[in-house]
């Protein structure tokens, strides 16, 4: 595939993930206020939507009934929480790698030239690796105020180390294009 191509598709994908994450994480926050203006009819939406009584988003997973199935609007408002912080988390992660793309192409009102090897395209892809640790961590967090406030039969906790590891090697690459902008600005202060 061809570099240009491959930007083309890669622009075209963030972009619409970008507008999906962002607008599901706008319909998150009208279900949170909706979950405190009718919490019950709420929950017991959720609960029919599952059949199993577990709802989950981004790796987040909780139960809304309890052991004799009556719902719980506190897990349901909580699930609403950690969605809307899950899906905006991910809207940036697609939306800094949009960015990087057109940085690159030297069609931002920040690009220094049609080149990968800049600043603002360094910061970006760290935080892309930042959000991408911030989604399993709201998850870890999010189980905990469960367990504190509906009691520890609630939620499963779990992390997905994926999203931390993914994150750490973004973090690492920025670090190693900042190596090469810096060894870049050598070169050209020599030449």
């Known amino acids: 595939m061809k570099v240009q191509n491959f930007k083309n598709l890669t622009k075209v994908c963030a972009k619409v993930l970008e507008v999906m ?8 926050i009208a279900a949170t206020v909706y979950s405190f203006a009718r919490g019950q ?27 004799q199935g009556n719902c719980l609007v506190a897990a349901g408002r909580i ?31 920040f690009s220094k030239g049609e080149t ?21 961590v709201t998850g870890f967090v999010m189980s905990a105020v469960a367990k504190i406030v509906i009691g520890v039969d609630s939620c499963e906790t779990s992390v997905q180390v994926v ?7 973004m973090i690492c690459f920025s670090r190693i294009f900042e190596y090469g902008i810096s060894l870049e600005k050598e070169v050209e202060g020599l030449v």
């Open 163 to 169: 999203g931390i590891a993914m994150g750490l090697a």
């Open 116 to 136: 990968p090897f800049q600043a603002d395209v360094v910061r970006m892809v760290r935080e892309c690796g930042i959000f991408s640790i911030l989604v399993p």
């Open 41 to 67: 009819k709420f929950v017991e939406f959720l609960a029919e939507q599952v059949g199993n009584g577990t709802i989950a988003t981004n790796g987040f997973e909780i139960s809304i009934q309890d052991s």
């Open 79 to 109: 699930f609403a929480i950690a969605g809307i912080l899950t899906m905006f988390f991910i809207g940036m992660i697609f939306r800094n790698i949009y960015l990087i793309i057109k940085t690159w192409e030297g069609k931002t009102w």
């Open 21 to 28: 994450f962002f607008t599901c994480s706008i319909v998150m």
